[in-house]
Each structure stands twice: as structure tokens, then as C-alpha cells.
């Protein structure tokens, strides 16, 4: 019987889902090694958000516009960064920011494009699903019926890049429990890597 998490949307070139990307014990080492590290309240243009962050390899600060070296991706993400990187057929070391978002009940994302600096993104969500939403940026084009709402199940991995990175926004709605995602994003000047 097919369910709402096996039909998919007609998504924007450049995004798509892949669901069960990774195993049940992949999962469940990543949250044991995030449960290992500081995580941080998400300040964002002065406003605390819900969610607690911790980010590796490329910050980008939001108050200068700037993206700047921060701390070494720690190796114990490495087997994540191969995996994904296989995927989409690129070099694992393309991967430049690895950022871990851990999201508490309620928590949002509101609508949004990543930072300027940052090409294709690539996110793992662990411990429970969430509600994922596109809409065009074009402001002329935002209308309830341009809202693409899809459930991205545990475990699964979406990329953005192309036409749905510079084209299209995302959010997340409340989350109802628990969440985690490790975000992987590479460089617009450094594909060639």
C-alpha cells in the first residue's frame, strides 16, 4: 500500500530526495558522535533561534557577509562525507562546511536561501522526520499554490543545487519531535577541487 512518504512531488530541477540514504545503524553512530559535541543556541541578524548549531570547515557570519575558515571537519563524519560525495559523483574534499542543526520540538526554519558563497548543499536528516517546503524566491511567484510540502523521512539525504538553489527557497515546519541534520555544503569557487 503506498503511503504519503512514497509519493513525491514534481520537485525544481536541482532538488531531489533520496530516501533511507543511510542504514539504521549509520544513524544511530551519527547521533551518538553529535551527542559528543557542543552545540550552540543559533543566533541569527541579533535574534536567538530555537535550534543549537555547530559548524565546521567554512562559517559564514550573516552581520559581515563573509565567509571565513572555522574548525576542522572532525574525521568522524568522514565516512558521510564519502558516501554523499559518491552519490553525486564529486571529490569528498569538495565538501567545505559541515554543519550539525539539532532541532527541538517546535523548532522551525523559516523561508530562506543558504548564504551566497555556498553552491550545492546536501542534508541528512536523523532521529525523526520533518515537513520540507519549497516556493519560488521571486516574490511575484509566492502564492499558496507555488508551495511545493513534502515529508522528509529520517535517514534520508536532499540535495539543492542548480535551479532550486538560486532559484527557490526552503523552510522547515514545527518539528513535533527531536531532530537532527548534518548539512554538508560545497563552495561556488571550489567544485573543481
Given at each position: ?81 564519502e558516501k554523499v560525495a559518491r552519490h ?106
Open positions: 500500500m503506498q503511503t504519503l512518504f512514497d509519493v513525491q512531488p514534481a520537485f525544481p530541477p536541482g532538488f531531489s530526495y533520496h530516501p533511507d540514504f543511510i542504514t539504521e545503524q549509520e544513524e544511530s553512530d551519527l547521533c551518538a558522535k553529535i551527542q559528543g559535541i557542543e552545540l550552540n543556541n543559533m543566533i541569527f541578524q541579533g535574534f536567538e533561534a530555537k535550534r543549537k548549531t555547530a559548524s565546521f570547515g567554512y562559517d559564514y557570519s550573516f552581520d559581515k557577509r563573509k565567509v571565513s575558515k572555522g574548525k576542522e571537519i572532525p574525521q568522524i563524519f568522514d565516512f558521510l562525507i553525486l559523483s564529486i571529490k569528498p574534499l569538495v565538501f567545505e562546511e559541515l554543519l550539525i542543526t539539532e532541532y527541538p520540538p517546535g523548532s522551525v526554519i523559516n523561508w530562506h536561501r543558504d548564504a551566497p558563497p555556498f553552491d550545492i548543499i546536501a542534508g541528512i536528516s536523523l532521529l525523526s522526520d520533518c515537513v520540507f517546503r519549497l516556493r519560488p524566491h521571486e516574490k511575484a511567484k509566492q502564492n499558496r499554490s507555488n508551495i511545493i510540502s513534502f515529508p522528509v523521512r529520517r535517514r534520508s539525504l536532499y540535495i539543492i543545487s542548480g535551479e532550486a538553489r538560486s532559484e527557490w527557497q526552503h523552510s522547515i515546519a514545527p518539528v513535533k519531535e527531536t531532530r537532527y541534520s548534518v548539512t554538508l555544503r560545497t563552495l561556488r569557487d571550489k567544485l573543481t577541487g
